[in-house]
C-alpha cells in the first residue's frame, strides 16, 4: 500500500490557476501509474487526467483538454495537476490515485487504482 498526500486545493475565480500536488515515496524508485479523478456534489466520481513513469505518456480528459496538464518530478516524488483557465464546472474534490508497477494508463483505467489520496477541494466562484 502507498501512502499519498493532495495539496494545493483552494478557492479561485473563473479564469484563474491552481496547480495541485500529489507526493508519495514510491514515485522515486517504480514504475507508477498515477490518475487524478475529481468529484463534485451529487455526481459520480471522473477520471481528469493520468501520467504513466515508464514512458511518460499522458491523458487529459476531453472536457480539460487546453487547459490542465500533468506532469512529474521524481526526484521530489510528487506528481501535479496544473489547473488553468478554471471554470465553476471544475469545482469539486479533487482525489490522487497510484498503481505501483503498472506501465500504461489504459491499464490503470480498466484494473483499478488501490491506492487512494483522501481528496483536496477546488472551489471555483465568482
Known amino acids: 500500500e502507498v501512502q499519498l498526500v493532495e495539496s494545493g486545493g483552494g478557492l479561485v475565480q473563473p479564469g484563474g490557476s491552481l496547480t495541485l500536488s500529489c507526493t508519495a515515496s514510491a514515485f522515486a524508485s517504480a514504475n507508477y501509474v498515477v490518475g487524478w479523478y475529481r468529484q463534485a456534489p451529487g455526481k459520480e466520481r471522473e477520471a481528469v487526467s493520468c501520467?504513466?513513469?515508464?514512458?511518460?505518456?499522458?491523458y487529459l480528459s476531453d472536457f480539460v483538454k487546453g487547459r490542465f496538464s500533468i506532469s512529474n518530478d521524481n526526484a521530489k516524488k510528487i506528481v501535479f495537476l496544473h489547473m488553468n483557465t478554471l471554470k465553476p464546472e471544475d469545482t469539486a474534490v479533487y482525489y490522487c490515485?497510484?498503481?505501483?508497477?503498472?506501465?500504461?494508463?489504459?491499464?490503470?483505467?480498466?484494473?483499478?487504482?488501490?491506492?487512494w489520496g483522501k481528496g483536496t477541494l477546488v472551489s471555483v466562484s465568482s
Open positions: 501520467i504513466s513513469s515508464s514512458d511518460d505518456s499522458r
Open positions: 490515485a497510484a498503481v505501483i508497477g503498472t506501465t500504461s494508463c489504459n491499464m490503470a483505467f480498466y484494473y483499478g487504482f488501490d491506492n
